[in-house]
């Protein structure tokens, strides 16, 4: 990252074919993964981007929240450079990451913001009152988003992550189709849940015989295109998919809806690997809410690097620098 604004080089190394033939992440073999892969991508990104160590400011690190074995990895590498190459070391929070995504691609984005982080671990909505100032107002008690998108793609026997796929095949069904109950919250109203809407999918798998369609998906390569799906995917189920979407962004966008009246902001963030969604996206731009809302481009809305870099920069030019004794947070909270 150069000046904080522009990404000289942003290298991910997936690790979803690992995962993918268990129908989700293994924390063990995550970590296993990140410790084969750490080498290779810091040395390929700095080849890519044409600098040498000896050019370098800092270096920062995610040290949560997280799977523990996967942000040792990446704490102590970056421990390691920075005692082996003498730079300074920057932590950063991976939501606080996550957030400057936009803030990277979108500089005009005006605080006070209200900044909702939708991934597979978290759907967590934040007032942002100034930089580095976050209030978290709701979060989902069960479920997150991302992780209601791969169990219920699980359960109608799409490959994981499903949450891609099901936002392909959505707009092929009929998203009034099939009416999921809402979950009402007891306590703080503008909390998430997503759990019962996933039992709902179970319930409707068991009530609509669905084996052979199930297993004829699972046959499927795990790479296979739209088209592909549709051929093994009937009606009653995209409108089932369809529904399941709708849902799911009604649920986020009247959140947001409701929190704007409540809380004057002047722009509101979505962000994480759910951000990518293209219903979402197509729907938060119809929506009435009256201040801009921004999302990362889809490279920038998943887990990548440059986010970290990019809230990394703004800490550096503070002089908010850690310690070696740095350690990484399962449970960090933003
Ligand atoms: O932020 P991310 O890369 O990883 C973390 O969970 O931190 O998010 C991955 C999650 C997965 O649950 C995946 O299914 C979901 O984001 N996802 C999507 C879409 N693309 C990724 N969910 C719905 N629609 C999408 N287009
Ligand atoms: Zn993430």
């Given amino acids: 990252m150069e000046d904080g604004r522009r990404v000289l080089s942003s290298v991910?190394?997936?690790?979803?074919?690992?995962?993918?033939?268990?129908?989700?992440?293994?924390?063990?073999?995550?970590?296993r993964e990140h410790l084969r892969a750490i080498t290779p991508v810091v040395e390929e990104a700095l080849a890519q981007s044409g600098t040498e160590w000896k050019e370098l400011d800092a270096v920062a690190c995610t040290y949560g929240p997280g799977l523990l074995g996967s942000l040792l990895v990446g704490v102590t590498y970056a421990k390691a450079i920075s005692y082996a190459h003498k730079l300074p070391l920057i932590a950063v929070n991976h939501l606080e990451g996550h957030i400057h995504a936009v803030v990277l691609e979108h500089p005009q984005t005006a605080l006070p913001a209200l900044a909702l982080i939708v991934s597979g671990g978290h759907?967590?909505?934040?007032?942002?009152?100034?930089?580095?100032?976050?209030?978290?107002?709701?979060?989902?008690?069960?479920?997150?988003a991302g992780e209601a998108y791969d169990k219920v793609a699980k359960l109608l026997g799409f490959p994981y992550p499903g949450g891609p796929i099901l936002d392909k095949l959505a707009?092929?069904?009929?998203?009034?189709?099939?009416?999921?109950?809402?979950?009402?919250?007891?306590g703080n109203a503008l909390d998430f849940s997503f759990s019962g809407l996933k039992t709902a999918v179970l319930r409707w798998t068991e009530a609509n015989a669905i084996a052979d369609e199930v297993a004829a998906r699972k046959r499927v390569a795990a790479s296979a295109s739209a088209d592909e799906w549709l051929a093994v995917t009937p009606k009653a189920t995209l409108d089932l998919i369809a529904s399941f979407q709708q849902t799911v962004i009604d649920e986020l966008l009247s959140r947001i809806a409701k929190l704007t009246e409540a809380h004057p902001v002047e722009s509101v963030i979505i962000t994480g690997g759910?951000?990518?969604?293209?219903?979402?996206?197509?729907?938060?731009?119809?929506?009435?809410?009256?201040?801009?809302?921004?999302?990362?481009?889809?490279?920038?809305?998943?887990?990548?690097?440059?986010?970290?870099?990019?809230?990394?920069?703004?800490?550096?030019?503070?002089?908010?620098?850690?310690g070696l004794d740095l350690r990484a947070k399962a449970s960090l909270a933003l």
């Fill in 12 to 31: 991910v190394a997936s690790q979803i074919q690992t995962h993918q033939k268990y129908g989700g992440v293994v924390p063990e073999l995550a970590s």
């Fill in 123 to 144: 759907t967590h909505l934040y007032h942002v009152r100034a930089d580095f100032e976050y209030e978290l107002i709701s979060r989902t008690r069960d479920d997150a």
């Fill in 171 to 186: 707009p092929y069904g009929n998203p009034k189709a099939v009416r999921f109950t809402r979950a009402q919250m007891k």
């Fill in 274 to 322: 759910v951000a990518c969604n293209a219903g979402l996206r197509l729907a938060a731009a119809a929506s009435k809410i009256g201040v801009p809302i921004y999302f990362p481009t889809p490279g920038l809305s998943t887990d990548n690097a440059a986010m970290i870099g990019a809230a990394a920069s703004r800490k550096l030019r503070k002089h908010d620098l850690a």
